[in-house]
């Protein structure tokens, strides 16, 4: 049903729900609160601790007009609870200036009490009207751009009046499992009686959205044809014969995955496999071993990296590792004659073994004989593009590759239509990175330290998190890099960014593998595989606002050396949960405990880039046992494609979730 279709719907309105991905009268009965303001709990602004999350009923007495500090816009707001003076302050919402008015006011936001003087941080508001009786919880949903709680609240109920709702998962199920009824979750999720009734509604939402899912990945597990369409020629003894060109033996978990491989592709079963490993296990030895298989049977094999800099330095490798094989190397840097050569190269089949980018999906690349694809940290990928490179050529075995160990629960979402082998070991004699929290107190002290450490031939990373954030507090990455120059002027910093283009940013990491530089200043595009021996600290800036594993991938960074290596965290706002989720990490250095840790802690969401996350896993909130949910879930699907029940249905509901999240990327 079109939006415009609901009364209070006009066509701008309709605009600004697009901007929340909300195109239907059923995205948006779909589109979830993210909290609750029990209104019962207001509070006095004397009783407010500092990082409290508040709701405060007060007076609004005046506004200042729009303000710069730098590049950030804010606006203050004056407030008044029986004669105490408080204010509000909100970054980067110009467009609020109209809408605040003298006048009663709900209050909802994050509380800075810093020497007595309380400020609310990008409060949420309410215009407490004496004529609307406002009922005990009151949903709180995320919101970008101009649109109001108030004017979405409007519109989900009158949307809740007119959709009717219906459950993907068959009745038949729902009845043996007693289930509760969705339409009546998704009603008290949007105006629930009770703290209870928010959970239990939770959780029945989860349950069908992650059925959808599971179901969504198994129906495009199902098109594929499995066969194997290239025999192997290759032998066991070749195999052995091959691994003595790395000078190291392998690890028991990089043998298994040898094998395994070995055993898919000389299977009558086309391979289709994740392998999964913790940073450091030596997953690109097991991929190097794949090729090996595929080039030493005739066949063509392509390794794809998710960066320009990976690429260049797999290729590297790849022309080490097989000298008696033509490398090519297709990266958007070269020319267009460059390219061409290459491309035509790689079609008559004289380069065996192809390395690149994503450019390497394009169209016009076509392979004369392409039968095995490996694809490096892969969650950079798009889940749709991972579906265009297994149609590169007929039946090409994949085999992709992350980095970020996945909790099996997500996993069965996420890679249900890949086989899963995970390598659990690493090479011995690594010594394990030391992490610690530094106090804003002893930053100066972890200055001068670094000062003394660079000055003896050690590197450095320091790492801030996204430049775009709405909160307009994070220290961006360009004024990082400045300040630390004014700081250290003996130190010779590099700065890296996700906006420059590929080729700067291949040049600037070459220039710091070589000791031009003695720190780089980046954001996280430094996350991702690189391999940089000598350095041994790594400075994270915003700790908290890293996920668990993300903060692991970091670390990662470091300790690849002999040398010691530490890594420090900053942390920008002191929160409980955040010092107990950084001190997990100081204690924890396995990274499928962290992931475990990370989605218990934060939910799914954390694994899912943020371009459409909202759409996502983390549009349900509120969930006591999201694991629970996604067996659950898993078990419903399994059963309803096993007895073929609700067959249609489920395709329908299926395929409209695929759609919404084609693009997500996992982190
Ligand atoms: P990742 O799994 O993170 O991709 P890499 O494949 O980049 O890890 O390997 C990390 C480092 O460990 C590389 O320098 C590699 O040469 C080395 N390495 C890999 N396997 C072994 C092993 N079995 N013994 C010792 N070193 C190894
Ligand atoms: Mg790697």
Not at 132 to 158: E, F, H, M, N
Not at 186 to 209: C, G, L, N, T, W
Not at 217 to 231: C, H, Q, S, T, W
Not at 412 to 417: E, W
């Amino acid at each position: 049903m079109k939006l415009t279709s609901l009364r209070s719907v006009t066509e701008k309105r309709e605009k600004e729900l697009n901007k929340l991905n909300i195109f239907d009268v059923e995205s948006l009965v779909r589109y979830y609160p993210r909290a609750y303001l029990d209104l019962t709990s207001r509070v006095s602004v004397r009783d407010v601790f500092h990082n409290d999350t508040a709701l405060v009923a007060c007076r609004l007495t005046a506004v200042e007009p729009v303000r710069y500090t730098g590049r950030v816009k804010y606006i203050r707001a004056f407030l008044e609870q029986n004669g105490d003076v408080f204010t509000a302050i909100w970054f980067n919402m110009p467009y609020l200036a109209t809408r605040l008015k003298e006048g009663e006011y709900l209050f909802y936001g994050r509380v800075q009490n810093k020497y007595g003087q309380v400020t609310l941080v990008n409060p949420t508001f309410e215009p407490l009207d004496k004529n609307r009786r406002l009922k005990g919880l009151i949903p709180v949903y995320p919101l970008r751009g101009t649109l109001t709680q108030r004017a979405l609240r409007d519109c989900i109920s009158q949307a809740l009046k007119v959709e009717k709702i219906t459950s993907a998962i068959p009745e038949e199920l729902q009845k043996k499992y007693r289930l509760s009824s969705l339409s009546e979750a998704i009603f008290q999720i949007h105006a629930p009686d009770s703290q209870k009734s928010v959970e239990k509604s939770a959780e029945r939402i989860a349950i069908e959205e992650y059925f959808t899912l599971i179901s969504a990945f198994r129906l495009i597990k199902g098109d594929k044809n499995e066969a194997r369409l290239r025999k192997y020629s290759v032998t066991r003894e070749d195999v052995r014969t091959f691994l003595t060109r790395f000078p190291f033996p392998l690890t028991k978990g990089q043998s298994d995955a040898v094998e395994a491989i070995y055993q898919n592709v000389t299977s009558p079963v086309r391979m289709n496999r994740l392998l999964q490993g913790d940073v450091g296990s030596g997953k690109t030895a097991v991929a190097l071993t794949g090729i090996f298989m595929a080039v030493k049977s005739g066949y063509q094999a392509v390794y794809l990296s998710p960066t320009e800099v990976l690429a260049a330095q797999n290729a590297a490798l790849l022309q080490k590792t097989f000298p008696e094989y033509k490398v090519g190397y297709l990266s958007g840097a070269l020319s267009a004659k460059e390219k061409r050569e290459v491309k035509q190269a790689v079609a008559r089949g004289e380069i065996d073994v192809l390395c690149g980018t994503h450019a390497v999906l394009q169209g016009d690349v076509l392979f004369s004989n392409l039968a095995f694809c490996v694809c490096d940290e892969q969650h950079r990928f798009g889940v749709a593009q991972r579906n265009i490179l297994s149609e590169k050529g007929d039946g090409v075995d994949v085999l992709v590759m992350s980095a970020t160990p996945i909790p099996r629960t997500l996993s069965l979402i996420f890679y249900g239509d890949l086989d899963v082998t995970t390598i659990p070991d690493k090479p011995k004699m690594r010594q394990e990175v030391s992490t610690s929290v530094i106090p804003q107190y002893k930053y100066d002290d972890m200055l001068e330290y670094i000062r003394k450490e660079t000055g003896a031939g050690k590197q450095a990373y320091f790492v801030c998190s996204k430049i775009d954030d709405d909160e307009g507090q994070v220290t961006s990455v360009t004024e990082l890099y400045e300040e630390l120059q004014s700081r250290l002027p003996t130190v010779r910093f590099a700065l890296l960014h996700g906006r420059m283009k590929e080729k700067e940013k291949a040049e600037i990491m070459s220039s710091f593998k070589k000791k031009e530089y003695d720190c780089l200043v980046a954001t996280t595009v430094i996350e991702v595989g690189i391999d940089v021996p000598d350095a041994t600290i790594m400075v994270i800036y915003n700790a908290e606002r890293f996920g668990l594993s993300q903060l692991h991938q970091l670390r990662g960074r470091v300790g690849r050396g002999s040398e010691k290596s530490y890594c420090f965290l900053l942390v920008g706002t002191e929160t409980e949960s955040a010092m107990e989720r950084l001190s997990v990490l100081k204690h924890t250095t396995d990274g499928f405990r962290l992931a475990e840790k990370d989605l218990e802690l934060r939910g799914g969401g954390d694994f899912l880039g943020t371009r459409q996350s909202g759409r996502f896993l983390t549009e349900i909130k509120n969930l006591k046992y999201p694991t629970e949910c996604i067996f659950t879930a898993k078990k419903l699907s399994d059963e309803a494609f096993e007895r073929g029940l609700g067959r249609e249905e489920i395709r329908i509901a299926a395929m409209k979730k695929y759609e919404s999240l084609k693009d997500v990327v996992l982190n």
